[in-house]
């Protein structure tokens, strides 16, 4: 049973989401604040979270970027199609504009949980690369590849996101307490080691730079 973390100050919109949710067969929980919802990832590591983005405490905004390796749909009033780009490219799976029709977020919902496994596992692919984050390891087609803490954190964040671009900001955001060496000024020389790396293994050039962005794993050919 998937368990859904729902974070919004609004009690209505928050009852009609966890009973709507829990006929559909989910277990749900609630924050209503930003903060909340940080103290509610320490207990319990939920499957999906729906996210209001005006909140009390954190903002949505400021939440997010804490969320890595979790689908996010975003649920906001804010509709411009700036707020929409900025959201989905900082990590965002989805984003549902409020009001939103029911029927058509409990869809959402759905389609995301059905992608989730793949990047929510202990063991993530993509195409020949496989990275344990149990044992920490990293192969291409069964060999080992020898990476630094930092670019191995570099690589499962790409991974646990593969279809979406991580910025920057948000790469030096979510690795930088871990791996103190991972600077503004440093990141191109890890990632160039990085790819290097994986090209050298066999795995091609499976990390790609979007200009101006940040960096997405690549398509496979």
Same mark, same amino acid.
């Given at each position: 049973?998937?368990?859904?973390?729902?974070?919004?100050?609004?009690?209505?919109?928050?009852?009609?989401?966890?009973?709507?949710?829990?006929?559909?067969?989910?277990?749900?929980?609630?924050?209503?604040?930003?903060?909340?919802?940080?103290?509610?990832?320490?207990?319990?590591?939920?499957?999906? %979270? *729906?996210?209001? !983005? +005006?909140?009390?405490?954190?903002?949505?905004?400021?939440?997010?970027?804490? /969320?890595?390796? &979790?689908?996010?749909?975003?649920?906001?009033?804010?509709?411009?199609?700036?707020?929409?780009?900025?959201?989905?490219?900082?990590?965002?799976?989805?984003?549902?504009?409020?009001?939103?029709?029911?029927?058509?977020?409990?869809?959402?919902?759905?389609?995301?949980?059905?992608?989730?496994?793949?990047?929510?596992?202990?063991?993530?692919?993509?195409?020949?690369?496989?990275?344990?984050?149990?044992?920490?390891?990293?192969?291409?087609?069964?060999?080992?590849?020898?990476?630094?803490?930092?670019?191995?954190? %570099? *690589?499962?964040? !790409? +991974?646990?996101?593969?279809?979406?671009?991580?910025?920057?900001?948000?790469? /030096?955001?979510? &690795?930088?307490?871990?791996?103190?060496?991972?600077?503004?000024?440093?990141?191109?020389?890890?990632?160039?080691?990085?790819?290097?790396?994986?090209?050298?293994?066999?795995?091609?050039?499976?990390?790609?730079?979007?200009?101006?962005?940040?960096?997405?794993?690549?398509?496979?050919?």
């Amino acid at each position: 049973m998937s368990r859904i973390l729902v974070v919004d100050d609004d009690i209505h919109i928050g009852n009609l989401l966890q009973e709507a949710l829990e006929g559909e067969g989910y277990r749900v929980s609630r924050a209503y604040s930003g903060t909340e919802a940080v103290l509610t990832l320490e207990r319990a590591r939920p499957d999906l %979270i *729906l996210l209001d !983005l +005006m909140l009390p405490g954190l903002s949505g905004e400021e939440v997010l970027p804490k /969320l890595a390796g &979790i689908p996010v749909i975003v649920v906001s009033a804010k509709a411009d199609i700036d707020s929409k780009t900025a959201l989905l490219l900082g990590g965002a799976a989805d984003y549902v504009t409020k009001p939103f029709v029911l029927q058509e977020l409990l869809a959402r919902v759905a389609v995301r949980l059905r992608e989730a496994p793949a990047r929510q596992g202990r063991t993530l692919a993509f195409g020949p690369l496989r990275l344990d984050s149990d044992t920490r390891s990293v192969s291409v087609n069964g060999r080992a590849v020898r990476l630094t803490r930092t670019e191995y954190a %570099i *690589l499962k964040l !790409l +991974m646990a996101n593969p279809a979406q671009v991580v910025t920057k900001s948000r790469l /030096l955001g979510e &690795i930088g307490q871990d791996t103190p060496d991972c600077t503004e000024s440093s990141l191109k020389t890890h990632m160039s080691n990085l790819r290097k790396k994986l090209r050298d293994a066999g795995a091609g050039d499976c990390i790609e730079s979007v200009w101006g962005i940040g960096f997405k794993m690549a398509a496979l050919s």
